[in-house]
């Protein structure tokens, strides 16, 4: 999936692509919207274009890179979960770690954080510090419905993000 195939908020999908292309993307990213919107996907596509051999602003879905994201098994691209309803500390001890080793295949080392206004507060000012100091090599995605329920230290120091519902004539013209 590229950009071109995700349906709706065309105006964050521009401004990504424009970040990438210029290669002014932020190491730190909160995407904030409804559930069932395509944050994921387009979190998803923005970790291809970032490690894309062929391109610079979006995914090919053809090189090497693309398809082994697409096939969840890229060692550089790295999804956390809350484990039951929580992203403990543990979790953000891990991605701190990780974070501070070079790429092995890619250009970036990238983190997508599902469900980030479940971070405990332990887990939250443990992440502060690879925020504030992040390594060349690292990106680090957060997605959220609710971005109300993210500690301000957080959320101010990443590039908010803010998707909308997609429009039903959007949906009838894609379907």
């Given at each position: 999936m590229a950009f071109k195939d995700i349906i709706g908020n065309d105006g964050v999908k521009r401004i990504l692509q424009r970040a990438l292309k210029h290669k002014k993307l932020p190491n730190s990213i909160l995407f904030a919207g409804p559930e069932g919107i395509g944050k994921t996907e387009?979190?998803?596509v923005v970790t291809?274009?970032?490690?894309?051999l062929k391109k610079s602003s979006d995914a090919c879905e053809e090189c090497s890179h693309c398809r082994a994201i697409n096939n969840k098994n890229?060692?550089?691209?790295?999804?956390?979960f809350p484990a039951k309803?929580?992203?403990k500390i543990e979790q953000m001890r891990f991605l701190k770690e990780m974070a501070h080793l070079?790429?092995?295949?890619?250009?970036?080392?990238?983190f997508i954080v599902q469900d980030a206004e479940k971070m405990n507060?332990?887990?939250s000012n443990s992440l502060l510090k690879v925020l504030e100091e992040p390594p060349p090599f690292?990106?680090?995605?957060?997605?959220?419905?609710?971005?109300?329920?993210?500690?301000?230290?957080?959320?101010s120091r990443c590039q908010v993000f803010k998707?909308?519902?997609?429009?039903?004539?959007?949906?009838r013209k894609a379907l």
């Open positions: 387009v979190a998803l291809k274009a970032l490690n894309c890229f060692p550089d691209v790295m999804v956390l309803e929580v992203l070079k790429p092995m295949a890619g250009q970036k080392r990238v507060e332990e887990a690292f990106q680090i995605i957060l997605i959220t419905p609710n971005p109300y329920r993210i500690i301000p230290t957080i959320k998707f909308s519902p997609i429009p039903k004539e959007e949906i």
